[in-house]
């Protein structure tokens, strides 16, 4: 739990360094900014973000869930995915916008398949996942990326 704590406030700083950063305007500022995205990574896999991001994303989901319940690791996916937004909006500024696409749509994708594999955590994650939809077009999206949407849309909610 203080870990998990740890990682939230972590995330929550590295929101508002980006913001500043993307918003001050001051060449270098940008990769700094890049550099705390980096570290979030290694923080939140606690490996290196280049083992961790050579992996797939089940493989990567598999990682964050090891030796946590499913609402822990669900928490850990929207993390991840929190780290990968801010990563977009570095991107973004610095007109990557091709980085910034396959960061979104690689947040949106992780949220879904955290929400088929613990369904029972889908109240969780569904702020995450309505915030993600609305960065992303439905025509950015794999098929498969996009059968995974339609069945979170469909999918009744007990």
Do not use: C
């Amino acid at each position: 739990m203080l870990r998990q704590d740890y990682i939230m406030r972590m995330i929550s700083e590295l929101g508002q360094f980006v913001r500043a950063a993307v918003a001050s305007g001051e060449p270098g500022k940008e990769a700094e900014a890049l550099q705390a995205v980096l570290h979030a990574q290694r923080q939140l896999f606690q490996e290196t973000p280049e083992i961790a991001l050579a992996k797939s994303l089940d493989e990567q989901i598999d990682h964050l869930a090891q030796g946590e319940t499913p609402f822990g690791a669900a928490q850990r996916v929207g993390d991840y995915a929190e780290i990968l937004e801010q990563a977009a909006l570095i991107y973004d500024h610095v007109g990557k916008e091709p980085l910034a696409r396959s960061s979104y749509i690689l947040g949106l994708s992780a949220l879904l398949n955290a929400v088929v594999r613990w369904p029972e955590q889908r109240v969780i994650l569904a702020p995450k996942i309505d915030r993600f939809r609305k960065l992303v077009t439905a025509e950015e999206l794999s098929p498969p990326l996009l059968e995974l949407l339609e069945h979170y849309e469909t999918v009744q909610v007990p």
